[in-house]
């Protein structure tokens, strides 16, 4: 049987077609429009369900009609190769334009004409669309949470200079560069503790472990240079020799005490909230959930049996329960595992419970780059007389780092995401502000607005995260 | 034989540091629970639980035990997840099928629409289909319904619901069509390799899960009539709907956020999938004489599913874990009926947050270990 050229342009009568098919689209979309933007119906002359449905049909054969193949005409050709390849394209392509037709008046209407922004209380909003009063009245605790409004400048400041720190990377000197490494894994992350805990803060949020923290940051510090054959005893020896010094010798308490800020007052955390809270808890599970993993991942191909098994029962476990069990367990079961006189503050109880979570989750990602070296590398640098660490750090791990950079920044972004969950523990970031905010008498029936708000800003950060390390793998993808 | 003191000594170091750690927080919880006058043990579990739970799949109220509670939550939460895992599979291969449309339009909706619900945090999504969509829905006494049997309300979607006679009939008609289906497809793949025929094993397959259960409609006496829900005054104001199923908000919004937010990872999944099997694959397998649909089916597929499989049952874990979110609107699932509602009257911290913890452990370990065996039953056997 021949093929039916039904309706099929040739090239006597390929401008009919082409007009008649282009003026049957059109009015197929100038119908919608009219439709959609106006409320003209130009076709109610005809029974509901057919003047619903004729821009369809009028479309669909003005589509068939101009789908002509090789025109020689570079505008058509590339419309019909993106849209209109066959019929089934062409009802699809037909519905989305309607869709998108008709669902932007609504959106407009909602968004921005009839919504209202002026006054500065609920009956400010006389519109029927968004009420962007509340969020301008509500957006400092939104930003900051409960925190007192004359202190804020404390956060602004405090994120504005840990902003430009963390730029430091891209205005050193090539000589210096070598250095960046321990700057961003060690140094930044220690002035970051300290502006949270005498800026931010400004009083006691840390514990008894805090000497425990700084013992082993010095003596990470001091192990550099340390020649590696007697590494292994001075990190057992050196931190706790430090960890005595500063209890006993130097009454570290008091040191601490006098380091504070007399101007500066005490905000306890569970004042701390919205956006910024999301911040400070993401920047800190970051930094300590990437040591962690990278530790653990190595400790998964470690040949000593015990750390191996060891490394894979704690990953899988992390993995293996949800993220709000957890936060669970740090907020009713770990302080059960604790003598009753030792006291962690909640915010720090939670980042310790999410970078350890995260780490797990990184550790695999770390883990796969491992696993994708070639067994050469390894040998190679073990013919040179490299020892472990030495092996790892100058060889393995640039490599292995180099190829997960986008898993590790996916994990990042999930992190960031899983942010809001901290309240469970009773700890309000922005989402959390928004619940308390959408319950207040003088403000109720705007909880749309109040998410609306939060999913475009979380939107904005995570999008530009993964857009940002899309161009990290495309910049360090090596050609292997 | 060379006794190796350099991998000893971090070995031990390690066991002490642990036992150290593991004695400390032993030590305290004995100290602690001592205080408080709590004695550890899973004792309680027995105990009458005495509280309600909004919405349950087995019958539960405040006089049967903790344990009861317990299944209650677990049911509810395996209840989320299943409907999350269906309808995310499906709208995600959708997705994942449009993002490769060579029409511009589709692929660019796909890709908006992945782009936006992956990078908003589930639990605002959660909230806003919650708090704001489904709050938008009209009271049970003013609800269209939908093709005359559904309603959805403020209150919850109310659908019909079947009432059955000898329901076991049908369930063996459908299982004994299944079984033999499998028979066909042994059959037939026998008859491939001795004769090089085909049989067209899809026709034989859908008339035999037609046949068998129609018979036990006519013969084996099965049968059921549908329950439309029915409007019903509880007060002046008060109204909701009785007789058919009633589905809670709270399932509607969460089983909703879940499938959306999982659907742009799977569609990912199923993309990737698509794009890794290679052109060559598909023009050697025209080449020697296959239909686009043999090409499909007996090349593509085979080789596609090998990648997507893996990486998608990943995101059905996922979403398992993610339903606990259900806690924040207050769906009955695990974490809010057991380690919520449980944990607050009893006080035993310890023993009911490691049983939810066990439980959600013991079920990803059991998949991600069915996971591991099948990727090496599919594995490319190479020479």
Known sequence: MNKINFLTANKNNLYVYLYTGILLFFISIIDVSLGSFFNINLTSFLPGSISFMLPLFLGFIGLHLIRIEYSGIKPLDTLNKNINT???????????????????????????LDANIAGDSKDACTGSGACWTYIKIWFNRFMYGMYPNDEQWRINLSFISLGFLGTVGFFVTEKLKKYLTLYYVVVYPIIALFFIYFFISGGPIFFDFSYGIIALVVSIIIGFFIPSKFKMYYFIIIPITIYILLKYVFFYEELIELGKLETVEWVETGAWGGLSLTFIVSFFCLIFCFPIGLFLSLGRRSDLYIIKYISIGFIEFWRGVPLITVLFMSSVMFPMFLPEDMFIDKLVRVIIAISLFEAAYVAEVIRGGLQALPRGQYDAAKSLGMGYWKMHIFVILPQALKLVIPGIANTFLALVKDTPLIFVVGLLEIVGMLNLAKTNP????????????????FFIICYAMSKYSYNLEQKYKTER | MNFNYKKLLPQTLTILVVILVFGFFTYNAQVNMENRGITFGYGFLSQESSFDVQFSLIEYDGSHSYFRAYLVGLLNTILVSVIGIIIATIIGVIVGIARLSKNYLIERTAAVYVEFFRNIPLLLQIFFWYF????????????????????????GFFVPAFIWNNLDVFIYSILAAIISIIFVKIYANKKQEAEGK???????????LLILPLLSFFIGGASFYVEVPALKQLAKTSFTYEGGVKLPPELIAL????????????????????QGV???????????????????KLVVMPQALRIIIPPTTNQYLNLTKNSSLAAAIAYPDLVLVFAGTALMQTGRAIEIVSITMLTYLSLSISISILMNWYNKKIAIKEK
Not at chain 2, 135 to 141: G, I, M, T, V
């Open chain 2, 278 to 296: 290679g052109k060559g694959q598909k023009e050697a397998a025209a080449s020697i004489g296959l239909t686009p649909n043999q090409v499909l």
């Open chain 1, 442 to 457: 003088k403000w109720l029936g705007f909880a749309m607005e109040g998410y609306v708000f939060a999913s475009i800003v």
């Open chain 2, 132 to 155: 704001a969509a489904l709050r938008a829905l009209p009271l049970p006494q003013k609800a269209e319904p939908m093709f005359g049997v559904f309603f959805l309300t403020i209150k």
């Open chain 2, 198 to 208: 085909q049989t067209p094993v899809l026709y034989i397959s859908i008339g035999l």
């Open chain 2, 255 to 274: 089983a909703l956020a879940l499938s959306l937010y999982t659907a742009t990872f799977i569609a990912e999944c199923v993309r990737a999938g698509v």
């Open chain 1, 86 to 112: 066959n019929s089934f394209n062409a009802f699809l392509s037909l519905i989305i334009i309607f869709v998108i037709i008709k669902s932007l008046p609504p959106l407009l209407s909602w968004f921005v």
